[in-house]
């Protein structure tokens, strides 16, 4: 089953607009939550990640918002720019899991217009 | 930079032939990691290896093998390649064997199309 459930599958913003990416999970013992972009021909790369005893992650124009209680993550992509448009996959890993696997979402192809 | 290099960017091959994808990683990592991508579906884990031999499944392991040989070098084996195979794959690695929150590095990938 899917152990992180992510949408939209897919996103179309305007230029200057703000990107959501929402991600939830079941497994309490979830501890690190990290993003993963990937842009067309590369594979993913870490952008940002978050551990939950902070709600709130922010380096530049893209912010982890974490909401231990309800058991979701998101990501905002604020002022977004035409290079921004990728395939964002959120992750969880759990405490104690053999090499700190990590779960991903299905992915949201995000497509900024200028 | 860590780089993680997959030999191929584009493979064809025939139903039932034996695949090789070859997966080379520069940074001395301990764990290497293959993924399937596919539209709608993400990135899921095929097999894992956190040291040279050793190797573990992950939620799709079926019709598929790997091997790790060298600590730097980790191939997936398709043993007769069927068209459901096709598909964008995935390799990547990471430090530090006991470190949960080590980020994972992707190669580019390898583009498999069976025919």
């Known amino acids: 089953q899917q152990q992180v459930k992510q949408s939209p599958q897919s996103l179309i913003v305007q230029k200057g607009g703000i990107s959501i990416i929402n991600c939830a999970y079941e497994?309490?013992?979830?501890?690190?939550f990290p993003w993963y972009q990937q842009f067309p021909g590369k594979g993913p790369a870490l952008l940002i990640a978050i551990r939950p005893d902070v709600s709130e992650k922010k380096e530049g124009r893209f912010t982890i918002s974490f909401n231990k209680s309800a058991k979701q993550f998101s990501l905002h992509i604020m002022d977004s720019q035409p290079g921004d448009s990728a395939t964002y996959f959120c992750a969880a890993s759990a405490r104690g899991s053999t090499l700190g696997r990590l779960y991903f979402g299905r992915g949201t192809q995000l497509t900024v217009w200028p | 930079d860590v780089k993680v290099t997959q030999s191929s960017r584009y493979l064809v091959k025939r139903t039932g032939e034996k695949v090789f994808l070859e997966c080379v990683q520069d940074?001395?990592?301990?764990?290497m990691f293959w993924y399937r991508q596919d539209p709608g579906l993400g990135l899921r884990l095929i097999y894992f290896?956190?040291?040279?031999?050793?190797?573990e499944k992950g939620d799709i392991p079926e019709g598929y093998s790997v091997s790790r040989e060298k600590k730097e070098r980790f191939s997936l084996i398709l043993e007769s390649a069927s068209t459901n195979q096709t598909s964008m794959y995935l390799c990547?690695?990471?430090?530090?064997?006991?470190?949960?929150?080590?980020?994972?590095?992707f190669g580019n990938g390898t583009r498999l199309t069976v025919t």
């Open positions: 497994n309490t013992a979830f501890d690190y």
């Open positions: 940074m001395d990592h301990e764990n």
């Open positions: 990547a690695s990471s430090p530090q064997r006991t470190s949960y929150n080590s980020p994972l590095h």
């Open positions: 290896s956190y040291d040279v031999k050793m190797k």
